[in-house]
């Protein structure tokens, strides 16, 4: 896009315009220059300044989703019983993940672990489907579930890949 004005512009001037192919090969030479000049300066001038990488909105979500973990947590302080239990272990778990202020969404052993059995589940599902055990619609329905879970578990900096 950049650049892209300037261009068009010198190609919109009449093809009787005088010095219009000298204009046209001067925008074109003035766009290509900058964005390479630009474009190969711009690393250097980044370390050069010593510019440290923003970290605050990682800062301002790890303070968020630590305190959410902690309301959770609360609301399950007088709850008994196993399913009680296990979801205080997992949302533990989450309060230490999220009490890391540069990577909030972190890599966890217990998300690899999910991960793998994620990707059982999967393998399982399409052998259920190749040999005709379950039918399209519940396939759909069944592998739409395990890309929500998987996710869940996938830590940001892999999802923030797939935006690119």
């Known amino acids: 896009m950049r650049g892209l004005v300037t261009l068009a512009t010198a190609f919109a001037l009449p093809s009787g315009f005088p010095q219009r192919d000298l204009i046209v090969l001067s925008a074109f030479i003035v766009v290509l220059g900058s964005l390479i000049i630009q474009g190969l300066t711009v690393r250097p001038l980044i370390r050069l300044l010593k510019l440290e990488p923003d970290n605050s909105l990682e800062a301002e979500v790890s303070r968020a989703r630590a305190k959410m973990v902690e309301a959770g947590i609360a609301s399950l302080r007088d709850r008994p019983g196993d399913a009680a239990d296990a979801v205080r272990a997992e ?17 966890t052993e217990h998300d690899r672990l999910r991960i793998d059995a994620i990707c059982a589940q999967r393998e399982l599902l399409a052998a259920l489907r190749r040999r005709g055990d379950i039918s399209d619609d519940a396939f759909h329905r069944l592998e739409e579930e395990l890309d929500w879970a998987e996710l869940h578990a996938s830590p940001r900096e892999e999802l923030e890949l797939l935006d690119a």
Request: hydrophobic share 35%.
């Open 91 to 107: 949302y533990e778990a989450m309060r230490a993940v999220a009490q890391d202020r540069t990577h909030p969404q972190a890599d």
